[in-house]
């Protein structure tokens, strides 16, 4: 089982027959600051008034993990306008391999950091979407690969 629980880039893969980490891995990150206008959430009422918690510096590196045939994608903060967002590679050691870019539809890149649930089954990436009146929709996007 791979888990990323830190807000810096670092990955773990966890051994649940021998119940222990038995691999770390990280890379060099250039960390994505927090938007000023993103909303915080959680947090805790007291004596009526609702206490946020600290605004985050910066992003969570690690976004998402996802299992791609025989690879780990790690889906980071860093996004791009026209790219959309970075994927990082790794083999299933745990061994850096690559990264790239995926177009993510733009309401999902828009909402994408923190909540959205995805998954990858064969070679399709399966997500929840909300649009703008509220309601929930499954969508499933192919996966090719152009190199």
């Not at 008034?49 to 780990?72: G, S």
């Not at 306008?81 to 539809?105: A, C, H, W």
Request: zero cysteines; hydrophobic letters at 30%; glycine letters at 6%.
């Amino acid at each position: 089982m791979f888990v990323s629980h830190t807000q810096e880039y670092s990955v773990k893969l966890y051994d649940a027959e021998k119940e222990e980490v038995t691999r770390i891995f990280k890379r060099d990150y250039q960390r994505v600051k927090t938007p000023r206008d993103a909303k915080r959430e959680g947090g805790a009422i007291l004596d009526g008034k609702r206490i946020l918690p600290p605004r985050q510096k910066f992003l969570n590196d690690v976004q998402n993990l996802l299992v791609f045939k025989d690879t780990l994608w790690g889906v980071t903060s860093t996004t791009d306008k026209e790219k959309r967002t970075l994927i990082d590679v790794f083999d299933s050691e745990g061994q850096y391999i690559d990264n790239f870019y995926i177009k993510l539809p733009e309401n999902l890149v828009q909402r994408y950091h923190g909540n959205t649930a995805m998954d990858i089954s064969g070679d399709y990436l399966f997500t929840i979407e909300q649009n703008k009146d509220g309601i929930y929709t499954i969508k499933k996007y192919k996966i090719e690969d152009q190199n």
